[in-house]
């Protein structure tokens, strides 16, 4: 199993976890310990560790023992884990195992935040690289490592994830929207109610295509995953409300959904999504967003498909942009840097499509 897979299907790899007393038990010394931690150890918290080599030095080969995950060894042997695409990936999976292997949680603890969506496999974007969140209901403590919040949660608002107690997604995804902003909050919003929808495999979802009355299910899916959860929320109930309303299963990225959430701010809100374009009948190319009135296409480009497809996917991209203008549609193309900024964002779509102007209305007020 390669690595970009483990992480893709949640991790399945052991990961070759080993605790400070395990270690201590088979006559591991302190010293020892800490002279690893350069060549064949990977310190995950305090008194977690990860054995990542397999190693030749006479003092480390006590590690070997707790070496039982050969495709962890592997990459980080073939040195893949620093490599593009796998890196941030990899980094992400270590956070993960972070929180999955604190080895001080109490009883009563919850999940929560960015651990828990994390833990969910939530995507994120520049979320803070912060300790262990969790809810309690009548502890708060912090520490390097922990940061334990006094607060009660309902049950209903509360799952099991490899073990651990964790708030749902649902629960998890308004908490991320104050903690990390609306935008934020939105994107994972999406995220959740595309997964409740369709399920969690995308190249399944590639391959089948979008069920054909897929946004008549929208409004019920809406109220299902979101509207208990909020009513449960001690304050944000109304922009939590705003937001789930407007969420929708067909954002296939973060990006797609910040640009969704631009549009709403921007009072732009009649858009289809994932529009397949035909030419000559055949599917010329699928369009992120589209205003069929005006014949206005947008894309959101992220730039990993560039890196791996290279100038053929370049080149067939120009091709499809040449095509849509020669059947009259204006094309409107944004980087992921200017989706994250609504003022930039709004700045190059007004430049390039000024006649969406005259069609703002109803803006997003949060």
């Known amino acids: 199993m390669s690595l970009l897979t483990s992480f893709r299907h949640g991790g399945e790899m052991k990961s070759n976890i080993v605790y400070f007393q395990d270690l201590r038990n088979v006559g591991v010394s302190t010293t020892e310990i800490r002279g ?14 990860s054995v990542i080599r397999r190693c030749d030095v006479r003092a480390h080969r006590r590690f070997s023992a707790f070496a039982t995950d050969v495709p962890w060894l592997e990459q980080h042997e073939a040195g893949l884990s620093s490599e593009p695409p796998h890196a941030r990936r990899y980094e992400e999976h270590l ?4 929180i999955v292997h604190y080895p001080h949680f109490r009883p009563e603890d919850i999940i929560c935040g960015v651990s828990a969506a994390r833990l ?12 262990v969140s969790v809810f ?11 940061v334990r919040r006094r607060r009660l949660i309902a049950e209903e608002d509360i799952c099991t994830v490899e073990g651990l107690r964790v708030t749902t997604p649902a629960r998890t995804v308004l908490d991320l929207r104050s903690e990390l902003g609306n935008a934020a909050g939105f994107a994972a919003m999406e995220q959740v109610l595309r997964r409740h929808m369709l399920g969690d495999d995308e190249d399944r979802i590639f391959k089948l295509g979008y069920p054909p009355h897929l946004l008549d299910d929208v409004p019920r899916a809406q109220i299902d995953l979101f509207l208990s959860p909020i009513r449960r929320l001690a304050k944000g109930k109304m922009i939590a409300s705003r937001l789930a309303r407007l969420a929708s299963p067909l954002s ?4 797609e959904s910040q640009a969704a959430f ?3 701010l921007l009072g732009l809100h009649d858009f289809a999504q994932q529009v397949d374009i035909i030419d000559r009948g055949r599917r010329l190319t699928r369009l992120d967003f589209l205003f069929r009135e005006d014949r206005i296409a947008l894309y959101v480009d992220g730039t990993q498909k560039y890196v791996d497809g290279g100038f053929d996917v370049m080149s067939k991209e120009s091709r499809q942009h040449n ?6 549609y204006k094309v409107v193309r944004f ?5 994250h900024s609504p003022k930039l964002f709004s700045e190059k779509l007004f430049h390039q499509a000024p006649e969406l102007r005259s069609r703002c209305s109803n803006r997003l007020i949060l």
């Open 335 to 339: 980087q992921f840097s200017e989706v």
């Open 95 to 98: 956070k993960h195992l972070r």
């Open 36 to 49: 690893a931690l350069d060549c064949c150890l990977k310190r995950l918290s305090r008194g977690v560790y």
């Open 262 to 264: 631009n549009l709403h």
């Open 252 to 255: 296939e990225s973060y990006a």
């Open 120 to 131: 969910h496999r939530i995507g994120m974007f520049n979320e803070p690289d912060t300790s």
């Open 323 to 328: 095509r849509l203008l020669a059947m009259g």
């Open 136 to 146: 309690h209901p009548a502890a708060s403590t912090r520490t390097s490592e922990l």
